[in-house]
């Protein structure tokens, strides 16, 4: 079986991804230091903000990548029976899955 | 000195265990591979592999003091007062200091270890510059000695599916030689899960290699080689 994220592609997934999320902690972390929001109506109006928002979900796709890839290699690993991989894979592939949306109906909707 | 050895004997033992023996070197001798040989002539059942002992022929690689090297290029002065051998980690042993290296050896196979062309013989031989010979330093010199494969934990975990790193440094070494055509079947057969990218760059392979080789090296040009056809 072959699947979509396999040998060069996850690999360089999993690099830019990591290089996305440095730029993006950086990012936050120098904010919340420089230009800290002194309420929550400051912060959820900050993050309300159309690229922020696209930030903010980017940065958690490539965050989900990024586990997904790591994890998989782990189970790779060290999941040796098919039968026990066929249920961590999966598992692991909802969690991530279920990360995502809840994300996504948290985030899409702020104004 | 103290050696401790590993002891095995599949007729005799159900688990192996360590002996100990005490030994000084002599003068002429410089070479661990020495003591044990000398061990070995006081005790016929020591068992262990060893060829050329000069460091050409790579039989005689074990696990000296946690470590892999070949016994025979491996100083007697470089060791103090004790050391431990061990048969490679991560291979099947056989008997005492001796593993079956089948797995290996049909990693090192998949890779198809001979220039590919299937373009007509030349009358003579396939030239080659010598700027293009150039780029097999480093490559060619491998003696498939596994001290390198036994020692990179990914090739534990997954010694059927993952080449190891001695395997994909004779890939590399076909990739870079300027008369081997078969460059995408090449690339193609390591661009999957296991093959090539079950390495984690641990680097534990350039860094006991006896031959001071750095398949993490060959490793790295692959994934480049892999990452400019895909860009
Ligand atoms: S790369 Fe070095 S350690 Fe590995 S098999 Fe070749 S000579 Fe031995
Ligand atoms: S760099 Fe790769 S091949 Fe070398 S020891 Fe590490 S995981 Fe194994
Ligand atoms: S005996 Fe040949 S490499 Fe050591």
């Known amino acids: 079986m072959r699947s979509v994220l396999t040998g060069l592609r996850a690999w360089l997934v999993q690099r830019v991804t990591a290089l996305y999320l440095l730029a993006f902690i950086i990012y936050f972390i120098a904010h919340f230091l420089f230009a800290s929001p002194s309420d929550y109506d400051t912060w959820r109006s900050y993050a309300a903000q159309g690229d922020v928002k696209l930030l903010v979900l980017a940065g958690f796709v490539a965050l989900l990548l990024h586990a997904w890839v790591g994890l998989r290699d782990v189970m790779l690993d060290y999941v040796k029976p098919i039968s026990a991989r066929a249920v961590a894979l999966p598992l692991v592939a909802g969690a991530l899955i279920a990360i995502g949306l809840w994300m996504l109906v948290t985030i899409a909707p702020l104004r | ?231």
């Open chain 2, 1 to 231: 000195m103290k050696i401790s050895i590993f002891r095995y004997d599949p007729e005799r033992d159900s688990e192996g265990r360590m002996q100990d023996y005490e030994i000084e070197p002599e003068p002429h001798e410089a070479m661990l591979l020495d003591l044990i040989l000398r061990l070995k002539g006081e005790d016929d059942t020591l068992t262990l592999r060893r060829s050329c002992r000069e460091g050409v022929c790579g039989s005689d690689a074990i696990n000296i003091n946690g470590r892999n090297g070949l016994a025979c290029i491996t100083p007697i002065r470089a060791l103090g007062e004790r050391a431990v051998l061990r048969p490679l980690p991560g291979f099947p042993v056989i008997r005492d200091l001796v593993v079956d290296m089948t797995q290996f050896f049909k990693q090192y196979v998949s890779i198809k270890p001979y220039v590919v062309d299937p373009g007509p013989m030349p009358d003579k031989e396939r030239r080659q510059s010598p700027q293009a010979r150039e780029r097999l330093d480093g490559l060619y010199e491998c003696i498939l000695c596994a001290c390198c494969t036994s020692m990179c934990p990914s090739y534990w975990w997954n010694p059927d599916k993952f080449v190891g790193p001695a395997g994909l440094l004779q890939a590399y070494r076909f990739l870079a030689d300027s008369r081997d055509r078969d460059t995408k079947a090449r690339l193609d057969d390591l661009d999957d899960v296991y093959r090539l990218f079950r390495c984690r760059t641990i680097m534990n392979c350039t860094e006991v290699c006896p031959k001071a080789l750095a398949p993490s090296r060959a490793i790295e040009r692959i994934r480049l080689m892999l990452a400019e056809r895909a860009l």
